[in-house]
C-alpha cells in the first residue's frame, strides 16, 4: 500500500503535496513497521512465542477472497471480490478448489466500483466508508436518469465488466475529498452539505443512477466469470458485495447456479479471511465441505453472556425486571410485537458482519403501516427513508417474496410476490420521493421499500433456533 501511494504522489505531483504531508508521518511512524509494532505487543501475552517467524501477512484481496470461499459450502467456486482498494487491486477474480484459492485477474488503483460509489456518497452529502447503504436505501426513490451521463463521462464500461475511470472528475488519488469541481459541474450542483441542504429528486435521482451503473458493471462481470471460466458457483466479497441489490439481480438473472456471500463483505471479514489462508494455503490443512451449508454458523461469531452475568448487570444498574421461561419469552414477546411494540431482542452470540440477524436486533410487526417510521425517527433516530429488512421463516420465503434459496445474512433483495402487492394510485405515484414512504405498497408494509423489494433474512431454525421459535410464534 506504501507503494502504492508514492507511485500515486510522484504520478500526480505537485498536487495532492497537502495530502502527502498528512499522510506521510503516520506512515514512516508506525505503518512502516507494523509487524514489529505486532510483534512486540504480541510478546507481552505470549513472551516465549516466535512472533517475528510466525507473523504471516495476507493480500488485501486474497483475505476477501478466503473470507468467501472457506466457509462456503461449494467445493468449486469463482471469487468475485469488489471494494475500494486494497494494495492495489480494486477488483478482483479468484478461482477456489477445495483447500486451494488462486487469484487470476485483477483491476487496479485508481480504477474502482468501489470508490466510484463512494464518490457519489460523497456528493449526496453522506459519510464515505459507512453512507454508503444510504445511497443503496435512497436510490428506489428516484429515477436512474444520469446513469447515461455517467457511462457517457465517467466510467467507461467494457464487454467483459471491466472498466475505467476518467480521473479528472475525482480528487480522492491526490486531495483531501472525493470529487472536483468538474463532477458538480457535469450534474449541475454543487456537494450536497449534509448539516444544510435538503435531499432533494435530485439526489434521488443520481443515488438511483450510480446504483443503475453498480448493477449493470456488476451483471457484466458476473456473466464473463461464468462464460470464461465455466463456473457454476460464485462467491462474493469486499464491500460492494455488501450492495444487497446488485447481489438479488445476480441471482434473479440466474447466472450461476448458487451464490454465496461472506457476511462480513468489508474490511472486517479480511481478518476471517487472513486466518483462513494461512490455515488452508499457507500450512496446507484439509477443507470440510457440507453441501448446502455453510461453515459461518449464522454468523453468530461474537460474545455471549450467561443469565446469571446479565441478571447482575441488570441489578448493578437498578433496573427492573421478570425472568421468564423460554416458552414464555417467546410467547411474551410475539403479543409484544403484534400489538405493535417495539422490541429490543439480545440473545445467544452477536453477530459478526454489519448486519442484525436476531442476535442484537430491533424488532416490530412488519403488518404495522407506522412501523418503519416509527423506528427510524423514535427508535434508531436515522434518516426516515431508510427501509426495513424482513426475517422469515427459510421455509416460508417463497411465500412471501421472489425467492427460492437461502439469504440467512440479509445481502440479497428481492421483490415482494404480487398477491401481497397492493397498486399504488395515480395520486400516490405522484407523490415527491420519500412521501411515497407513508403511502403502504403491501400486506407487510413496514417492511416493503417503495419498489416493492425487500432485503430479506432467511432464519433457520439450526443456527437460530430461539428467533427462529419467536417468529413462528408471531
Not at 449534509?194 to 429528486?201: C, F, G, V
Not at 400489538?339 to 431482542?345: I, Q, S, Y
Not at 423506528?375 to 421463516?393: D, G, I, Q, T
Request: hydrophobic share 40%; charged share 25%; aromatic share 10%.
Amino acid at each position: 500500500k506504501f507503494e502504492r501511494l508514492l507511485e500515486t504522489y510522484m504520478s500526480f505531483a505537485p498536487r495532492g503535496f497537502t495530502s502527502f504531508r498528512a499522510a506521510m508521518p503516520l506512515w514512516l511512524k508506525e505503518k512502516l513497521f507494523q509487524k514489529d509494532l505486532l510483534a512486540k505487543e504480541l510478546k507481552k501475552m505470549a513472551p516465549g512465542f516466535d512472533w517475528m517467524g510466525k507473523l504471516l501477512f495476507s493480500e488485501h484481496h486474497m483475505s476477501h477472497a478466503a473470507s468467501a470461499f472457506f466457509p462456503s459450502p461449494f467445493e468449486e467456486a469463482a471469487v468475485l471480490t469488489m471494494d475500494g482498494v486494497g494494495e492495489w487491486a480494486t477488483t478482483s477474480l479468484a478461482m477456489g478448489s477445495g483447500n486451494r484459492l488462486e487469484v487470476h485477474r485483477e483491476l487496479h488503483f485508481p480504477h474502482s466500483l468501489g470508490l466510484l460509489y463512494s464518490a457519489f456518497t460523497y456528493y449526496t452529502g453522506f459519510k464515505v466508508n459507512s453512507g454508503e447503504y444510504k445511497v443503496m436505501g435512497l436510490a428506489p426513490y428516484g429515477d436512474p436518469k444520469y446513469a447515461g451521463l455517467i457511462l457517457d463521462k465517467i466510467v467507461d464500461v467494457k464487454e467483459d465488466g471491466t472498466f475505467w475511470l476518467d480521473q479528472s472528475y475525482f480528487d480522492y488519488c491526490t486531495g483531501l475529498t472525493m470529487t472536483n469541481d468538474r463532477f458538480a459541474a457535469l450534474f449541475g450542483q454543487k456537494v450536497r452539505r449534509a448539516d444544510k441542504d435538503p435531499l432533494t429528486q435530485f439526489h434521488m435521482d443520481i443515488a438511483a443512477s450510480v446504483q443503475a451503473v453498480t448493477e449493470h458493471i456488476v451483471l457484466r462481470l458476473a456473466r464473463s466469470i461464468r462464460k470464461e471460466t465455466g463456473a457454476r458457483n460464485l462467491c462474493l466479497a469486499g464491500g460492494v458485495a455488501l450492495n444487497c441489490v446488485a447481489n438479488g439481480k445476480i441471482v434473479a438473472e440466474g447466472i450461476f447456479d448458487d451464490i454465496w456471500i461472506q457476511p462480513a463483505a468489508g474490511d472486517a471479514g479480511g481478518a476471517l479471511g487472513a486466518a483462513l489462508a494461512a490455515y488452508h494455503i499457507n500450512r496446507g490443512q484439509p477443507r470440510a465441505v457440507t453441501p448446502g451449508k455453510d461453515a459461518m454458523k449464522g454468523s453468530y461469531l461474537g460474545p455471549v453472556f450467561a443469565q446469571a452475568d446479565i441478571e447482575a448487570r441488570l441489578k448493578a444498574a437498578g433496573a427492573r425486571f421478570t425472568v421468564l421461561s423460554d416458552d414464555d419469552l417467546i410467547a411474551e414477546t410475539a403479543k409484544a410485537l403484534a400489538e405493535e411494540k417495539a422490541v429490543g431482542w439480545m440473545q445467544g452470540r452477536m453477530e459478526f458482519g454489519p448486519r442484525a440477524l436476531g442476535g442484537r436486533s430491533i424488532l416490530g410487526d412488519p403488518r404495522s403501516p407506522t412501523m418503519q417510521k416509527l423506528l427510524n425517527l423514535k427508535v434508531k433516530y436515522r434518516e426516515s427513508f431508510r427501509p426495513f429488512a424482513p426475517s422469515v421463516l427459510r421455509e416460508d420465503v417463497a411465500t412471501w417474496f421472489d425467492l427460492e434459496g437461502d439469504s440467512p445474512y440479509m445481502l440479497l433483495v428481492a421483490p415482494v410476490r404480487g398477491e401481497h402487492r397492493r397498486a399504488m394510485t395515480d395520486e400516490e405515484q405522484a407523490l415527491f420521493g420519500i412521501d411515497k414512504l407513508n403511502v403502504p405498497r403491501s400486506s407487510i408494509p413496514a417492511v416493503t421499500h417503495v419498489d416493492y423489494s425487500a432485503r430479506i433474512q432467511t432464519v433457520h431454525a439450526d443456527t437460530n433456533p430461539r428467533y427462529h421459535a419467536l417468529i413462528s410464534a408471531f
